[in-house]
């Protein structure tokens, strides 16, 4: 396991009890300047072209130097939120990246 300059992990894991859950960390497999794809699974209540209508519409916002949106919960949806770099077959790179 990879450890930062304090000794801490580098991969973090950790519950915030009724706050919610928190993952962070730093993946060995990705290099400085490689591309990240972070893809949505539309809700089951919508489609991806009104999803997509509803992030451009405003359901976006910024805080900071951050982008963020709000998505509901799906039980069961181990693919809700997908995050895939290196040689992952889910990465894409349309548009190119910033």
Not at 44 to 62: D, E, H, I, K, M
Not at 81 to 95: A, E, I
């Amino acid at each position: 396991m990879r450890r930062r300059p304090n000794g801490d992990p580098e991969v973090r894991n950790e519950s915030k009890g009724p706050l919610g859950h928190h993952q962070s960390g730093i993946d060995e497999d990705g290099a400085d300047g490689e591309i990240m794809t972070v893809s949505i699974e539309a809700p089951r209540t919508s489609n991806a072209p009104a999803f997509l209508a509803y992030l451009t519409g405003g359901g976006l916002q910024v805080d900071g130097n951050r982008v963020y949106f709000n998505l509901r919960i799906e039980e069961h949806n181990d693919n809700q939120v997908r995050l895939s770099w290196g040689g992952s077959y889910f990465k894409k790179v349309n548009p190119a990246p910033l």
